[in-house]
Structure formats: structure tokens, C-alpha cells
């Protein structure tokens, strides 16, 4: 029996390709034949890593294709065409309105996939949400299929490696407060939010603070430009948008920080949440879609986005040292269940009761 890996986009090091290899890996290791098929193939990947969806084998009734939905693309609407069974990865689609203006294409994309979405709502065998939040948007849409919750696999190994020594030199101990927040810079992640209660904070609490803002700007040039004229305005320095950078400079950027503050309107999970954990950074967050589900009561919540709100608690959080361990310690609890070990239990007994509640793929004999 076959278990292939189905997506539109494998790519490099983000985080649901990261997803996929790890996956990939414990099918494999559960016994199985596998394999990873895309649209687009990232061509930085060590060959053999993925292949096209034209190379995927003739599957039967009995094997399995895991479709990883998280954008628009034809597979939501040819995924049926395949004789065999199908369970639903939900990495969550932003919604469109947050691209209007900024990127024709990505909204296009944006619209498409959720048409595809609401498509497979009657197409798929069982489904996998990384979210309690993803998890409740396939209910709205009415999916009657087999629902559970699967976080995503993530290699914390990979952040045990040395940062970039060139950004840890710059601002290593100079005395500053550093804010932080990675993510691309994209609408749905509302830096401009993160822009002003920095500038709150700054004013009227620590004028020897800094914020960095760390994501890739490509595809969302407009919204970018946007920020660096709203920076301009408030007349704020120390902002430092890091663009495009090495995974080692993104390290260090974690290493330098001493508050995560997300703004952030929609996440399907937030995977740098997480990766604050991991590195004992204090993290404060507006409480908005899946913020909560990945943070699993640990962190800082807001319950708006008020700027001069943000500003206090994170004065609140950079003063208190006690308080401020109090949190890292609920982050790192919170933080093991995220752990290699107990992600792929859980996604070994769900694989398996889906193989054994779903009966293999018979096709339906054409009427004459």
C-alpha cells in the first residue's frame, strides 16, 4: 500500500514543506511505500527529495493520498479523479480581503482557494486540522468527515545551530531593548499594529528600544513601502525591517530578542510562536484565530489590538522578572507538546484509525 504526499508548492525550509519531510519520514519508518508529489518543485531541494504530480504512480483503491491544502490550485479540483482514499491536511487559507491592493495575483490565489476548499467538502475521507481554529472553519463549511486536531511537525533540532555572527555583533549588548516578530511581512499579520504599539512603548516607557520586524517583503512590496512610510511619519527610528535573510541571521534575531509581540488578524497556526518558545523569549500576543490554540494557555494575551494596551503589558512583562520567568516557564511546558516524539504518536494514531475506519476506494460503475 501506497501513502503519497500530494501539494501544490514544495518548498525549501518553510514551514509546511519542513512539515511534509517529517512526515514523509514517519510514514516511511511506520512501514509503508511514500512519496512527495507538487505542482512546483523547489529546485534547491537535494534531488529525489519531491517530484511532479505528472511522475506520481497509478494508485489503487487501498492506497492513500495526504493533500495538504493551505492556497489556491487545480488540485482541490482534481483531487476526486484519484481511485483511491483521501485525508485532508488544513494549513488554512488567508482570506482574500487582506490582499486587495496590495497583490492582484495572491488574491486571485486567495479566492481560488477557497473556492477549492468549500469544493473537497464532500471530496475527502477524513481531515487533519493543525488547529482547533482550522479545525472549526471545515465545520462551518459544512464538512461531514472525520475532523482532528494535528499540530504540525517541527524540527527544533534545526534552531540548536549557531546564529549568524555578524548580526549577533551589531546588536549584542548595547544596552537596547529588542522587540521581535517574524513572519513575512503581509496585511493579515498587521505589522503596522506591531509598528505602533512599538512606538507606544518607546515613547512612553523605554526610549532605548528597538524593533525587529523579520520576513521576506517579496510579492507585498506595496504594503511594505506602506510601513516604511508609516515608520517615517511617527518619525521612529531603531525599526529594522530584515527583509529576505539566512536561516542563521533569523536565529540570531531570536537569540537578540527580548519580547515576541504578534499582532497578528490570521494565523492557521503561527509557527514562530512556537519558535519563541523554544528560545525562552516572552511573548505577547492579540488574541485572534488560531493565537490562542497554538499558545494552549501560555504567553500573554491581548484582547484588542489598542496599542497603548500592548505597550503597557509589555512594560509590565520587561519590568517584572519574576513575572517574566513565570512566563517562559509556562512557554516551555507549553512547548513540549510540540515535541517530535508526541506529534508523530499522534499522527500515527490518526493515520492508523484512518486506515481502519475508511474502507478502501471502490469506483462507482458508470450507469448505462
Request: hydrophobic fraction near 40%.
Amino acid at each position: 500500500m501506497r501513502i503519497v504526499q500530494l501539494l501544490p508548492t514544495m518548498a525549501m525550509g518553510d514551514a509546511i514543506g519542513n512539515d511534509v519531510l517529517a512526515l514523509s519520514t514517519v510514514i516511511r519508518n511506520m512501514g509503508f511505500q511514500t512519496g512527495i508529489y507538487a505542482e512546483t518543485v523547489d529546485r534547491r531541494l537535494p534531488e529525489g527529495t519531491a517530484f511532479p504530480v505528472e511522475k506520481m504512480p497509478r494508485l489503487s483503491g487501498e492506497d492513500v493520498i495526504i493533500y495538504h491544502k493551505s492556497t489556491g490550485t487545480d488540485l482541490s479540483f482534481s483531487l476526486e479523479r484519484y481511485p483511491c482514499r483521501k485525508l485532508m491536511i488544513f494549513h488554512n487559507i488567508t482570506p482574500a480581503k487582506y490582499f486587495k491592493g496590495y497583490n492582484d495575483n495572491l488574491t486571485r490565489i486567495s479566492e481560488y482557494g477557497m473556492r477549492g476548499l468549500c469544493h473537497l467538502a464532500d471530496k475527502v475521507d477524513y481531515c487533519m486540522a493543525v488547529s482547533a481554529y482550522n479545525a472549526q472553519v471545515l465545520r462551518e463549511l459544512n464538512y461531514q468527515c472525520p475532523i482532528v486536531i494535528r499540530p504540525i511537525l517541527i524540527p527544533f533540532s534545526d534552531y540548536a545551530k549557531a546564529p549568524d555572527p555578524e548580526v549577533m555583533a551589531r546588536y549584542e549588548n548595547d544596552g537596547y531593548t529588542n522587540f521581535v516578530f517574524v513572519g513575512r511581512i503581509a496585511p493579515n499579520k498587521k505589522q503596522e499594529d506591531v509598528i505602533r504599539a512599538f512606538y507606544c512603548y518607546k515613547k512612553y516607557c523605554n526610549p532605548k528600544s528597538r524593533l525587529f520586524l523579520v520576513g521576506s517583503y517579496q510579492g507585498m512590496e506595496r504594503y511594505y513601502h506602506r510601513l516604511r512610510r508609516y515608520v517615517g511619519a511617527l518619525e521612529l527610528d531603531n525599526v529594522v525591517f530584515t527583509g529576505h535573510i539566512s536561516f542563521p541571521a533569523i536565529l540570531a534575531y531570536y537569540h537578540l530578542a527580548d519580547l515576541f509581540l504578534c499582532m497578528s488578524e490570521h494565523e492557521g497556526f503561527c509557527v514562530p510562536l512556537v519558535e519563541a518558545m523554544y528560545f525562552g523569549v516572552p511573548i505577547l500576543a492579540y488574541d485572534s484565530s488560531a493565537i490562542a490554540d497554538t499558545l494552549g494557555g501560555s504567553g500573554v494575551l491581548l484582547s484588542s489590538n489598542d496599542p497603548m494596551e500592548a505597550a503597557m503589558c509589555a512594560d509590565r512583562i520587561l519590568r517584572d522578572a519574576a513575572l517574566r520567568r513565570e512566563i517562559v516557564a509556562g512557554q516551555r511546558k507549553r512547548q513540549q507538546d510540540f515535541a517530535y516524539p508526541e506529534i508523530r504518536k499522534l499522527f500515527e494514531q490518526q493515520l492508523q484509525e484512518f486506515l481502519q475506519t475508511v474502507p478502501p476506494y471502490v469506483r462507482k460503475k458508470k450507469r448505462k
